[in-house]
């Protein structure tokens, strides 16, 4: 497996869960994943990890963190050949490194290879950048480096946009990604009326709408308090965000409080009411999943897999101008109802997630080993 970044880092967000998920739920694998030997907007190697050599880190995963002076791509094949293995997960499509050159690998070597898009394949994601990734898009079908391949999407919209633009002869595997295995028993947390708490987890960035989800508090009535957890690598988005912060009114709270370690989100979701993420677009949604499994709701934009939540009470997934009014609905919530959709969301994750796990490994196990 082939990814940019990977843990301990977790400032790159779902892909990295994505993989950790995968390999900690299929043990009967054997897992090599290549990556670099820093986090997301890092520099600095992970400490206490050497670089350049295999790191046993579980019975059955190994990662080889490459760092910068020594990442080409003859290195690159050098570390996938000498693992022999059977197939090759290439995460993402744009990287250099490790997109790219992986690509071109595998298929020199004549290896299995599947290709995660990642939803960078999305209309939306392909707005961004849009003619130099026209370019290098056209470029690869007309050297038809996915000849012989196969994607990995998430969702059967995302299997749309590869094949609109890879092609619609590619073959496309639809597999949910993987959940975090450890779902724990719900924790009940006393709602009051006329108050609420919020958390964020995710890249404070405008594909994940945090902006939106702050001008969404400007006027709600009641008190609201809402963490942010996530990266913050876009100064000029935060410092907009800030001033509408600085705006809100005394019965709002919002505070950013850094990079939330993998291992630390579920606490941080138990300790609020709902999760508010109303981004631009989701291939999955890490953090809404495991909202789910914590027994929270989440307010969320029409962007993601997860449809018609209010319905089963689980959460809103609204439009942006929905937002304040759902805010609003939940602030004026009494503890009884507020419960109501507690277990609404925690039984959602059980039908919808958990009982569906054991066919999803299944479908997996085929697709990267058979």
């Known amino acids: 497996m082939t990814i940019d970044w990977y843990l301990p880092g ?57 760092s910068e002076d020594q990442l080409t791509k003859g290195k690159m094949k050098e570390v996938i050949q000498g693992t022999n293995a059977g197939s090759l ?42 003619l130099k990734k026209y370019v290098f898009l056209s470029f690869m079908r007309w050297i038809n480096a996915y000849e012989h391949m196969s994607f990995h999407a998430t969702s059967d919209e995302e299997a749309k946009d590869i094949q609109t633009v890879i092609g619609k002869r590619a073959k496309v595997s639809v597999l949910a990604n993987v959940a975090r295995q ?70 709002i709270q919002v ?51 997860w449809k018609s939540l209010s319905e089963v009470q689980a959460g809103w997934d609204v439009d942006n101008h929905e937002l304040s009014t759902v805010i609003q609905t939940l602030v004026s919530m009494n503890n009884e109802a507020y419960q109501t959709w507690s277990k609404g969301a925690y039984r959602f994750a059980q039908e919808r997630i958990v009982n569906t796990q054991g066919d999803l490994l299944e479908e997996y196990f085929n697709v990267l080993v058979c």
């Open 89 to 130: 997960y290439v995460s993402g499509i744009y990287s250099r490194a490790f997109s790219q050159w992986p690509v071109s690998i595998g298929k020199s070597l004549g290896i299995k290879t599947i290709v995660a898009a990642r939803g960078m394949l999305s209309p939306h994601a392909l707005a961004v950048k849009p």
């Open 182 to 251: 450890e779902i724990a028993n719900i924790q009940e947390i006393a709602k009051e009326q006329g108050s609420v708490k919020l958390v964020s987890i995710g890249r404070i960035a405008p594909e994940k709408g945090t902006l939106h989800g702050i001008k969404a508090l400007q006027d709600v009535q009641g008190t609201v308090e809402l963490d942010l957890y996530g990266t913050c690598y876009n100064t000029e988005y935060w410092k907009q965000c800030e001033q509408v912060i600085s705006q809100l009114p005394a019965n």
């Open 10 to 66: 977790t400032s790159s967000g779902g892909p990295v869960r994505s993989i950790a998920n995968l390999v900690t739920a299929l043990p009967e694998i054997d897992f090599y994943i290549i990556t670099r030997n820093t986090d997301y907007c890092s520099t600095a190697p992970y400490a206490g990890i050497p670089s350049n050599t295999w790191v046993q880190q579980g019975a059955n995963v190994w990662v080889y963190y490459f």
């Open 255 to 305: 505070r950013y409080n850094g990079v939330c370690p993998t291992e630390e989100v579920p606490t941080k979701l138990a300790a609020a009411h709902a999760l508010l993420l109303p981004s631009e677009g989701e291939n999955y949604g890490h953090a809404i999943v495991e909202s789910f499994a914590q027994g929270r709701p989440v307010i969320i934009s029409k962007h993601t897999p």
